[in-house]
């Protein structure tokens, strides 16, 4: 297999794209896709203030160095969740992004939940009744808080997370397969600041398959927490990306063309526009302010509300 | 496991209803489900004059036997597609057909297009581009035509077809895949005759797994055409069949809740009421008069139209 482009021995062959390129070639093929991504969804220009959210993952740092090597100045956020899971998960993954950051000379804001909420997505995981055999949903909406309430009070515009076309596949995918109208209506390559007290987020490498960003990381030579997190093992985000890889190696393609002819589909307005009217019922959270459609306090804060709550295990102790 | 009814010995258990049921029970609870369905969707009453595509199979001669079970009145309709495949396909799913028909007395009308349009489906697929690696294309075209033809004009207020749960499901998941709104709009247990020229389309047995129908075939020792369709082998239908499969032995219930929380959304309106608008530009077909959204001539009758079109193969004969 060689370089549609000049030639050389071919380090990737993207089959979705009937596209094989060497190195060299996929290395500046890369961020003119998020480049595209960025112009074409109106994602955000290089005026604004940006911040990454940074796992220490291979999305998140090769977004960032591709944005870099694109001239966007970009803080990065770290959220240390406090998970262990007996790989010392949470620790190692901050050093990652600590140490892109500082090699290249970024700022890189690190959020210790446990220090801020007094507990970690463990200890959350295993007290509250939204953990129990939950750790992700925990987890994901302490995230989505916490970057909302960081980007929002710091003053940045736009939120960036390095999601890729992976993991909008497979979250369109288990949406798509309860048919939930309203997360379907808002998935997308950006989510608009159309409430009060809630950022603007953006998936620039939401085109680009997960294998091309493990290719882009190690290409690159860009260091990278290569565990998955300890919690994941058996979720059902996973099982649905292996799924659709399925799906990938029996028809090239399918992943993009599932996540892109929704977006197309939607641009027809296939969906109505009565699903998203939610925000009329939408509210400031007494406590934190973020906007929320729950009565009273938002789900993060009703996760605080009573630290008494005990996991069930812990009240079934004598 | 036994049948939660009377203790018997289960004959099938069926995880998605956490239900096991002997093969007494189980043969009563089978007509339940389709008389729920069919008042639950309105499908027909038994006033109307009701007309069966039956294909030899498994699900539409037990539909067949489920609905007289119910006392409902209902003709028959086999199409004679002309398929051999070496298996003699065609013939022998008639005879089975017939046999039925003849075993409980019942009307069969037979409509073998060769007589009627003068090609069989694999002359129909070796010679139109439309037939080009697709004979599940043409067929289907073909199918949905004469049904609609026979029904109108016989006066058949209802035309039945024997779709499954799994046949449902993998319509939607096909359609979903690529987010084709005109069709993801219209699927539903109910087809309504809401344009000139077309007859309402109903499913009663769209709640039903695959393998209920043929565990019922089964018990009520039905004799129907085992084989698949020949031309049917590596169809993208079958595959996402398989697919959903995988996924409905992982995930009890995946299919059923993939199909009923689609309808679901339908009702609480998550699509949008302009998508199905075609109904502005379809006007009926010079030839035939069933409705069409084509410019002139509908894609049945222009698959004839031009008689002399030779498909690629003959073509390149020296």
């Given at each position: 297999?060689?370089?549609?482009?000049?030639?050389?021995?071919?380090?990737?062959?993207?089959?979705?794209?009937?596209?094989?390129?060497?190195?060299?070639?996929?290395?500046?093929?890369?961020?003119?896709?998020?480049e595209r991504s960025i112009k074409?969804?109106?994602?955000?220009?290089?005026?604004?203030?940006?911040?990454?959210?940074?796992?220490?993952?291979?999305?998140?740092?090769?977004?960032?160095?591709?944005?870099?090597?694109?001239?966007?100045?970009?803080?990065?956020?770290?959220?240390?969740?406090?998970?262990?899971?007996?790989?010392?998960?949470?620790?190692?993954?901050?050093?990652?992004?600590?140490?892109?950051?500082?090699?290249?000379?970024?700022?890189?804001?690190?959020?210790?939940?446990?220090?801020?909420?007094?507990?970690?997505?463990?200890?959350?995981?295993?007290?509250?009744?939204?953990?129990?055999?939950?750790?992700?949903?925990?987890?994901?909406?302490?995230?989505?808080?916490?970057?909302?309430?960081?980007?929002?009070?710091?003053?940045?515009?736009?939120?960036?997370?390095?999601?890729?076309?992976?993991?909008?596949?497979?979250?369109?995918?288990?949406?798509?397969?309860?048919?939930?109208?309203?997360?379907?209506?808002?998935?997308?390559?950006?989510?608009?600041?159309?409430?009060?007290?809630?950022?603007?987020?953006?998936?620039?490498?939401?085109?680009?398959?997960?294998?091309?960003?493990?290719?882009?990381?190690?290409?690159?030579?860009?260091?990278?927490?290569?565990?998955?997190?300890?919690?994941?093992?058996?979720?059902?985000?996973?099982?649905?990306?292996?799924?659709?890889?399925?799906?990938?190696?029996?028809?090239?393609?399918?992943?993009?063309?599932?996540?892109?002819?929704?977006?197309?589909?939607?641009?027809?307005?296939?969906f109505s526009d009565k699903v998203?009217?939610?925000?009329?019922?939408?509210?400031?959270?007494?406590?934190?302010?973020?906007?929320?459609?729950?009565?009273?306090?938002?789900?993060?804060?009703?996760?605080?509300?009573?630290?008494?709550?005990?996991?069930?295990?812990?009240?079934?102790?004598?």
């Amino acid at each position: 297999m060689h370089c549609v482009k000049c030639g050389e021995k071919a380090a990737i062959n993207m089959r979705q794209h009937k596209l094989a390129l060497c190195p060299h070639h996929f290395l500046d093929w890369i961020p003119e896709q998020v480049e595209r991504s960025i112009k074409r969804y109106h994602m955000f220009t290089k005026e604004e203030r940006l911040l990454l959210a940074v796992s220490g993952g291979k999305d998140s740092l090769s977004l960032w160095d591709i944005l870099l090597h694109l001239g966007y100045t970009v803080d990065g956020l770290y959220i240390e969740l406090g998970i262990d899971g007996g790989i010392d998960y949470s620790a190692r993954s901050l050093e990652y992004a600590r140490v892109f950051a500082q090699e290249h000379n970024l700022n890189l804001l690190v959020q210790d939940i446990r220090h801020e909420y007094g507990e970690t997505i463990p200890e959350l995981t295993a007290r509250t009744h939204r953990g129990r055999y939950k750790p992700c949903s925990v987890c994901g909406l302490t995230k989505r808080h916490v970057m909302n309430q960081i980007a929002v009070t710091n003053g940045y515009t736009v939120l960036l997370t390095g999601h890729n076309l992976d993991d909008e596949a497979a979250i369109l995918f288990g949406n798509t397969l309860s048919w939930v109208g309203s997360y379907i209506v808002r998935q997308g390559p950006v989510l608009e600041a159309d409430r009060t007290g809630l950022g603007r987020k953006v998936k620039p490498l939401c085109r680009l398959y997960e294998r091309e960003m493990a290719a882009y990381a190690l290409l690159r030579g860009i260091a990278y927490m290569e565990d998955e997190c300890p919690f994941a093992v058996g979720s059902t985000s996973i099982y649905y990306k292996e799924l659709l890889n399925k799906l990938e190696s029996d028809r090239s393609g399918a992943k993009l063309s599932f996540y892109l002819s929704f977006l197309q589909a939607k641009r027809n307005g296939l969906f109505s526009d009565k699903v998203d009217d939610r925000a009329e019922q939408i509210h400031p959270c007494p406590k934190c302010e973020q906007p929320t459609s729950a009565p009273g306090l938002c789900a993060f804060c009703r996760m605080f509300a009573n630290p008494d709550e005990q996991s069930q295990s812990l009240q079934l102790e004598p």
